[in-house]
Structure formats: structure tokens, C-alpha cells
């Protein structure tokens, strides 16, 4: 089978408009709308309780250790670089810093860590007397 060229697949792949990041805020409000009216029509089998609750404490003990390795990396890179996370998103969303490799490196492990953030929090407030 013959494949196409490299502009013919180029077509294929295109960056969301308004780029990564904003695709991924649509895409999480989006998801948080579908889960919020899903959550409120489940019915769980008494039986099946237990296995929730205990798979629910294993996804927060990964979350968990995800988000300590993020802010380790996150750490690394302020100190390498001399700024904290938030100038970097600043100077990075403003186009002052360029195509570096580490750059991107760090908007990823930044928008993680957000990301990882995001998902802890229904579990803390649960917890929350």
C-alpha cells in the first residue's frame, strides 16, 4: 500500500486553534459537565461499595505521588533556570522565551501538576469534615 506524502499526512494533524493548552480547558469543562450529570444518575450495588471505595484510594495514592514528582521536576527546573513556575507560564504565554525543548517540557509538567491538582480536589473535599 502506497503512503502519502509528507504534506498529504501533514493535513491530517493539525493543532487545535488556540493551541494545547486551550484545547485542554475546553476539553476539561467539557468533561466536567458530562461527569457531573453522570455522577448524579449511578446507582451502586451495596456489594460493590467496598471495591469503590478502595479503587478510589488507589487512584488518589497515584495522583498523589504523580503530583510529588511534578512539583520535583518543577522545582528542578526554577532552580536551572532561576524563575518560578509562574514567571516561566508568563514569559512562555507571551512568546518572550522561544522554542527551547525545555520550555515545552515545562508547560507540560506545569499544566500536569494543574491537571493532577484538579482531580485531588473532589477527594479533599470529601474528606473535609
Known sequence: MKRGTTEETRGLVRRPEGGITEARKR???TEGDLS?????????QQEAIPIMKSSLRMKGRVLEFNLGRYKE???A????????????AAKFNAGELGDDAD?????YVLDAC????RQLQP???????
Open 36 to 44: 457531573e450529570a453522570k455522577m448524579q444518575a449511578i446507582t451502586i
Open 73 to 75: 521536576r518543577l522545582t
Open 123 to 129: 477527594a479533599e473535599r470529601k474528606q473535609q469534615p
Open 77 to 88: 527546573l526554577e532552580r536551572r533556570y532561576g524563575m518560578t513556575s509562574e514567571d516561566f
Open 114 to 117: 494543574h491537571e493532577t491538582l
Open 103 to 107: 520550555w515545552f517540557e515545562w508547560q
Open 27 to 29: 476539553m476539561e469543562n
